[in-house]
């Protein structure tokens, strides 16, 4: 029975300065499908057989191949480079309608801690790989027929939840096979280009920390399921980021970040949109430092296509999760809401994990099959401002009984619903200077004596629980004041908070600026990468609260090679546009 | 010192380098790194003042800058693998005097004030930027240690010290470079790793099994407001080799083979390496069908590498003075009691047979041919390597320690890696012994003192530096707790010659103090490699281990009870084995 299994084919090094040129490995994956398949089939076949049988079995080997670089003022700092293989097991007993995967009460729940957990597999041997499958398949099987006890007790003894749907939807079979993309690192250029990039920073006495790096990493998954699916898909994700950080004389610790993201290395900016957004950077950190700070303030203000982004990522998208929708100790904001309005009828709001690509941006959240093995499709949620639908995992709820292949995950976590590319549409939009000209129109008429415009923001978090306030929080770096005569200043010190249906029955328009923001979403199935894609929105009234600050004083010393004279705080009253 | 078993023993040991060389100016260490250092250093010292705070009347930094390479595999196949390198700058920033200054205080209210003084350096040697680091971290150091003093000083207003002891020792300066000109190629990790996983295929037996091998090259860069600057390179390579099956009766196995070098050239060869894991193998196939002990009291004999483990794992951690800090908070102040050493107290007590005597020693490259670790040319604050005579004749002499004094322990032993305190390789000499044969001898007499018909031999201990489940390994262990690792090698012995494996068996009781009634030892030593796992306030510093050489006798102690372990049994897999398919 022994098969070798054809040796990876090793990163395609590109040549400080060489063109670089697309590689795709060969065909080995076929094998690394057959085996898990083989295995999956020996186990499932003696598992079926036991008191309490397996009624389900998959297994996804995830394979992560990694390059970073990071440097600091103009010098290198760090370089990993890394690979690692993992397993993840999806067993269930008992059967689609109860199985061991059902949601413990927080009696039975607590106490109980949610680590990762994934195996480590060789996948260029295939003894290693079914002795590996064959262990874990059976440590795996164990843990569920312990905790499906527990789920059986514990149905027993609680009362029964509004939501009678089952615990697994049935799917169709899916057979698909990628070939492995090669890891394009070109480490010595990568590492030339972040020094090149952090560099700048070192010319400011007042920028305190700022680092550029590079990763790139490409991410190879096997999947197999005992309803027949067998998926290998392979993707390549390049990332540049820059952050710096200034403080101002009250200890503020004030941030800016520019994140690059592609599916190729050719797709990152060129040196020259690179290093003018550093200068851009340096520039606005220095008027970040003296910018007047804003006091609580609830009012008129824009957001930009990136901020308004993060902010549907963060009210809609995270309450749209199917499982959400079920679990008892969830604050349910939507469950009970489809068909109604809950946005003006000129938006639309999709997520769509087949896209790879916007306005010349690739998306971070696009995919071809989930964790799960369901084909990524387009999901409409809000269509013409009514409420359509949710993010499905192979978790059933009440009235959407299928996966619409969102059933997501990191390496060693369990799939839950998790959003993809978030694509906010408009039938109506308006330019920038008409937004503006709305958004003075409520301050005039709010008695107000400015509007805020959200730029750049670093990301945003929100609560879905019910046992805690339903808030969400949206950070931004940049932040213009918008006086009644039209002047744009640059201000600091708050973030963007609020509640979701509150916050969603005050948008007003939305601008025709559309923006990409690609990050990554961390909840309980672990770290996601996501984008969205979304015009600027004019919202009639949003709310600020103070960002939490430091009493730090600024460096005694100067800096190096600086005299004090260069530390003094400037007189300037911040940036004006 | 007269100490004949030792000096005896110093002469079987190869010399090649013993202690720092003394130096003259300029030498490697005037590197763009060290210049940065010396003069943000200079700087910090002359001007880092707050208004009317105090100034630093002492400052170090160190930097270490490690090459890492490793990998993981498993049955030839490649499971992870992994290489980089960074540099990391540590900040040591006193306030006050030596007699009274920041440290040795611990905060529950202010956690922001109680973070270590780590950052991240520039790999590239460029002056600026390495300055402009050093200048911020400095700055971020000075600013919690006036802080850690405030908050020290409100602390002791209501409490009194009950004994005076200064915070720091003064030392004068000494210069240490080793040189930064050293390679240390992490290729091989990847092909070794799955070379040696190879020869544990075709075994159906095991239901686990991993291969790791790791390797680093650290440097160290040393300056200090006293003078004192040093230059270190440690080239580190370790190889474990480790599997699990299960018992017949569904128990858990493993076994490991554990070894580090500072060379690649210095491995064996990889016939031999597959030697040792096939024996490793071999043991726990074994060790499967073998029938397991329920419980014993009585003699044990500890050989080779079980004396080892147990002199590391249980009589080492004793030999290390660590002061309890000052906290702010009562119930913290009384609960750290807990975590003395009890050996504190035992200075001048006897802690061993008198025919024992016990030296750490971090001067001594090799033994018989083959380098030793807790080697190291200068300890973490730069203090020049030294041997410690920690036991003699049975009676405690010292226990090891750094520049922060002890009522106990006022001076340093220059014991100091990282915050911890380590020992050089630990020498257990006897003064006197037996041979191998006459030690069972009195192994069989003892027994038959009690009415057993056989006694117990222990030849394999666990180490904590090798484990297939690492979420376990050293996971928050406490430092004086006496557990044990299971014995892995452990045989039921007879009058007759005959041997019964056990499978797996725990000590239940084995503390320092029944060291002190150790029966008798052989008159060989033999050396072994461990794991030392330093603390930091008394309590294990998590993963961190610092590899050890372990010279040490066999040891016969008289009473010792040894059980099966407690824990239930893991139901044997319901699924065959894939190869036993056939």
């Known amino acids: 029975m022994r098969r070798a299994i054809p040796a990876r084919p090793g990163r395609g090094r590109v040549a400080p300065g060489a063109l670089a040129i697309l590689l795709f490995a060969g065909q080995a994956a076929g094998d690394v499908l057959d085996v898990m398949r083989e295995e999956l089939e020996r186990s499932r076949g003696i598992l079926a057989l036991q008191p309490t049988p397996a009624y389900y079995l998959s297994y996804e080997i995830t394979e992560d191949e990694t390059v970073t670089v990071g440097a600091e003022f103009g010098s290198l700092t760090r370089w990993w480079e890394g690979v690692r293989r993992s397993l993840d097991i999806d067993l269930r007993v008992g059967s689609p309608t109860l199985d061991n995967t059902r949601e413990l009460s927080e009696r039975v729940r607590r106490g109980s801690l949610g680590f990762a957990r994934a195996a480590q597999i060789p996948i260029d041997d295939e003894e290693g790989l079914r002795t590996v499958l064959w262990h874990r398949t059976d440590k795996k099987y164990k843990e569920a027929i312990e905790r499906f006890t527990k789920v059986q007790a514990d149905v027993k003894v609680n009362v029964e939840t509004g939501d009678k749907t089952g615990d697994f939807s049935l799917e169709k079979t899916e057979v698909a096979s990628e070939d492995t993309v090669a890891l394009r690192a070109d480490r010595t250029g990568w590492e030339d280009k972040v020094r090149r990039y952090s560099a700048p920073f070192a010319d400011s006495p007042h920028v305190f920390s700022a680092n550029a790096s590079i990763q790139g990493n490409v991410e190879t998954r096997w999947y197999v399921n005992s309803e027949g699916s067998a998926i290998k898909t392979s993707v390549a994700y390049y990332r540049l980021s820059i952050r710096a950080v200034t403080r101002a004389e009250d200890g503020m610790v004030l941030p800016r970040t520019e994140q690059f993201f592609s599916l190729t290395p050719e797709g990152l900016p060129n040196d020259e949109t690179v290093m003018a957004a550093v200068h851009e950077m340096v520039g606005d950190l220095e008027a970040l430092r003296t910018a007047p700070l804003v006091e609580p303030y609830a009012g008129p203000a824009i957001l930009s296509g990136k901020a308004s982004g993060v902010f549907f990522h963060e009210i ?13 100790t969830e604050g349910q904001t939507f469950s009970k809401m489809v068909g109604e309005s809950v946005l003006p009828e000129t938006f639309s709001v999709a997520f769509d994990p087949t896209i790879r690509r916007f306005g010349g941006t690739d998306l971070v959240g696009a995919y071809r099959y989930d964790n799960q093995g369901v084909k990524a499709r387009r999901v409409p949620v809000i269509v013409n401002g009514v409420l359509t639908n949710f993010l499905m995992a192979r978790l059933p709820i009440e009235g959407f009984s299928r996966s619409n292949g969102h059933g997501r995950k990191n390496v060693g976590f369990a799939p839950v619903a998790r959003q993809s590319n978030l694509i906010v549409e408009a039938s109506e939009t308006m330019t920038r200077e008409e937004l503006k000209a709305r958004l003075l129109a409520m301050v005039e008429r709010d008695g107000k004596e400015f509007g805020l415009f959200f730029d750049r923001i670093q990301g945003g978090f929100t609560i879905t ?5 339903n808030v969400f929080t949206v950070t931004p770096t940049v932040v213009y004041r918008i006086n009644l005569d039209g002047t744009e200043e640059l ?27 690609n990050g990554t979403c961390g909840a309980e199935s672990g770290p996601v990468p996501v984008a969205s894609v979304s015009p600027s929105i004019l919202v009639s009234q949003i709310e600020v609260q103070k960002r939490a600050t430091t009493q730090t004083r600024l460096p005694i010393l100067p800096p190096p090679g600086h005299s004090f004279g260069e530390m003094s705080p400037s007189a300037s009253m911040g940036e004006t546009r | 010192m007269n100490l004949p078993a030792i000096a005896r023993h110093a002469l079987a040991v190869i010399v090649l380098v013993a202690g720092a060389v003394p130096l003259a100016a300029p030498l490697a260490e005037d590197s763009v790194l060290m210049r ?10 002359a001007e880092l003042r707050l208004e009317d705070a105090e100034k630093p009347y002492f400052l170090a930094y160190r930097v270490q ?17 992994s290489e980089g390198v ?53 700055d971020t150091a000075y600013k919690r240690a006036l802080d850690q003093i405030a908050g020290k000083r409100a602390a002791l207003q209501n409490q009194t010290q009950v004994k005076d002891v200064p915070d720091f020792s003064e030392m004068p300066p000494h210069r240490y470079d080793g040189g930064t000109d050293g390679q240390l190629d992490t290729a091989p990790a990847r092909t070794l ?18 291969v790791r091998v790791t390797t680093h090259l650290e440097r160290t860069w040393f300056v200090n407001s006293e003078g004192t600057e040093f230059v270190r390179e440690a080239p580190y390579i370790g190889l ?45 196939d074994q060790r499967r069908e073998a029938a397991h002990l329920e419980r014993y009291a009585g003699p044990v004999l500890f050989e080779g590498q079980a004396a080892a483990e147990l002199v590391s794992q249980v009589f080492g951690p004793r030999l290390v003075a660590i002061r309890m800090p000052t906290f702010d908070n009562p119930a913290m102040q009384q609960a750290s009691a807990r975590f003395r050493n009890p050996f504190l107290d035992k200075i001048g007590s006897r802690v061993l047979p008198r025919f024992l005597s016990m030296v750490s020693d971090p001067t001594i490259e090799g033994h018989e041919g083959v380098p030793l670790w807790g080697r190291q040319p200068v300890d973490d604050d730069g203090l020049p390597a030294q041997r410690t005579l920690l036991v003699e004749r049975g009676i405690l002499k010292t226990l090891l320690s750094t520049r922060v004094p002890l009522a106990e322990v006022p001076d340093s032993t220059a014991s100091r890696w990282r915050d911890m305190t380590v020992p050089g390789s630990f020498f257990v000499t006897p003064s006197r012994g037996l041979s191998d044969e006459e030690l069972k001898q009195e192994l069989f007499a003892l027994a038959a003192e009690r009415g057993l018909d056989h006694a117990i031999i222990v030849r394999r201990i666990g180490s904590r530096l090798a484990k297939l489940n690492r979420r376990s390994a050293g996971y928050a262990r406490d430092g004086w707790s006496s557990s044990v690792e299971p014995l892995i090698g452990a045989y039921k012995v007879f009058p007759d010659g005959r041997e019964e494996l056990i499978p797996i068996a725990v000590l239940s009781t084995l503390s320092e103090s029944d060291f002190r009634d150790i029966v008798n030892v052989s008159e060989a030593t033999s050396r072994h490699d461990t794991g030392f796992s330093p603390s930091v306030d008394g309590r294990a510093a998590g993963f961190a281990t610092w590899p050890v050489s372990v010279i040490t006798p066999t040891l016969l102690f008289e009473d010792v009870s040894v059980r099966r372990p407690r824990e239930n049994i893991p139901t044997p897999p319901l699924t065959p084995h894939p190869l036993s398919k056939g």
């Not at chain 1, 249906?501 to 005050?506: E, K, Q």
């Not at chain 2, 800058?65 to 693998?81: C, D, F, I, P, Q």
């Not at chain 2, 920033?93 to 950052?119: E, H, K, Q």
């Open chain 2, 65 to 81: 800058e490690r090459t890492y390479g490793g990998a993981t595999a498993s049955l030839g196949g490649l499971l992870s693998s």
């Open chain 1, 465 to 469: 629980r019910r046992d805690l306030p």
């Open chain 2, 193 to 210: 790793a799955r070379d040696v996983s190879t020869a544990m295929r075709g075994m159906a037996h095991l239901s686990r099994s991993e």
């Open chain 1, 316 to 328: 809609l998208g995270h309450r749209l999760e199917g499982h959400r929708q079920k679990g008892a």
């Open chain 1, 491 to 517: 201000v600091r010190g708050v973030n963007l908070i609020g509640t979701p249906l509150t916050a969603f029955s005050r948008i007003e328009a939305a601008g025709d600026d559309f923006q990409v923001f």
């Open chain 2, 36 to 45: 940065a250092m010396r003069d943000e250093l200079a700087r910090s010292m």
């Open chain 2, 240 to 284: 474990h080799a480790l599997a699990a099956a299960q018992a017949v009766d569904g128990t858990e196995l493993e076994d490991f083979v554990a070894l580090w070098v500072r060379r690649w050239e210095d491995l064996p060869a990889p016939m031999v390496l597959a030697g040792q894991v096939s024996a490793m193998t071999q043991r726990l």
């Open chain 2, 86 to 138: 960074n540099r990391q700058l540590f900040v040591e920033l006193r306030v006050g005097d030596y007699g009274f200054d920041n440290t040795n205080f611990r905060s529950m209210s202010s956690a922001s004030a109680m973070r270590p003084n780590i950052a991240t350096l520039s790999v590239d040697d460029d002056y600026d930027t390495l300055r402009r680091q050093i200048w911020l971290a400095t």
